[in-house]
């Protein structure tokens, strides 16, 4: 994505018609799963409504404006999830029409169209929902187009062509093109979406290539100002750094950059886990890793000073900018709570021993958003249901758009993640992901993308590590604890969840 312009959506998008007050109109009950379901479904009806793309005569994969191109990837995948969570398939072929016209002219998310807007983690939320829809076994696209798995394996690889070590000693850069601006900042989410991507293809796979390229990215995050300890008993992941002054992070919070590290810290954990034989050593620094992390997302959780909300205790999701009088939120940002929530959810399931800490603030955070779902709306599916931004405060603040629909309804069915019995086709009986050792179909494409055509590109493919052996596993792990152990002595004094 480019800076943000700020929200002009004038009349391109619903227009308020009047504000319901006192009124829980998605009446939740966290211990129904019916109940969840239901909630879920409203959330992401209204959701829909700013989607045109089904309609004849416009263009599959896009919102309506202002949306930039990236949210329409990242709302498919918030909707396969619902599908995989709840069994609940209503848009289904129009996600799937619609991530298809968006693969690019290469079959790697980069369609020339978007060119004067598009930044690597743009094409990383495409890639994700593409893991999703590996990961949930949605269905296979027919041939001649491109799997799941060989989408987010093209991303990978000219990903990894682009890393750029002349610059910050690493990282890769926002945008993909030097004309856009954001060129020269490295942000956050696009190595940390880069290194959730390859701890997912790696527990998918079994590939311990996209092992190493997770563990590099980590190197590199964890030695920057990025990952700042100064804070004495508190770590805050910054939003990135740029290319002329890698010494000083930009200090502004977002959780999903902190959400983006656990989840991938956790994927690859449960991959080092499934091999069997890998050593101790390894799963004991990502547990440490993700206890870590977990320490850092408190900021984002808020007591509210209503006291019809006080039972929900200091486990209310928030984002930074609703703090401000105006608020300081942007068209992009209200959907960063539906990212977090969903992917500390994966974190409860894939790293069990997180549960305690992630649970109550999921089923405080699910109740505190649908007591700000009674907003009514000219094209609302149903009035009295359209959800606010601020669930800190009671009802609806007026404050709408696709975000706060999708944060909504990602708070709602995170509640069933891990349920038995209660998810479509994508979710067992332990609602795990997927992974080709148990149930995963989408075809592997390792060779996929075209680095050599990227900008600031190398032309190299990563290196082919293989799939893990007895051996590999060993070494592996040794190599890891030595490069980390003096890291990890340095973070001693963290107070661990």
Known sequence: MVPSKGLSIGGAILKVLALATGVTAIDLDVTNPNSIKTAASIASDNAWTFYPGDKPGQIPGLLVQPYYWWECGAMFGLLIQRWSITGNDTYNDAIKEGTLFQVGEDEDFKPKNQTADLGND????????????????????????????????????????????????????????????????????????????????????????YAHYAERTWDWISQTPIFDNSTAGRIHIWDGIWTDRCTTPSKVDWSYNSATLIVGSAFLWSHYNLTGNTSQETLDTWDTRINLLMNSTSLFYKTSSNPALASLGSDILLESCELPNPQSCDQDQPIFKAFTTRWMALTALLAPWTNSTINPRLVASAKAAAQACVGSTSDAQQPGTVCGRRWWQTGFDGNYGVGEQLSAMSAFQSLLLGVPGQGGKGQGADGMPFTTEDGGSSTSDPGAGKPADQPGSSGEMPTDYGPITAGSKAGAAFLTILGVGGWLGMLGWATFV
């Open 122 to 209: 743009d094409q990383l939320y495409w890639a994700l929902t593409a893991m999703d829809m590996a990961e949930q076994g949605f269905d296979n696209p027919a041939a001649p187009n491109p799997s799941w798995l060989g989408l987010a394996q093209a991303v990978f690889n000219e990903q990894v062509a682009v890393w750029d070590p002349t610059t910050c000693d690493g990282g890769m850069r926002w945008q993909i093109y030097s004309f856009n601006p954001g060129w020269n900042y490295k942000n956050t989410m696009t190595n940390g979406g880069f290194f959730q991507l390859a701890a997912r293809l790696a527990r998918y796979t079994g590939n311990m290539t």
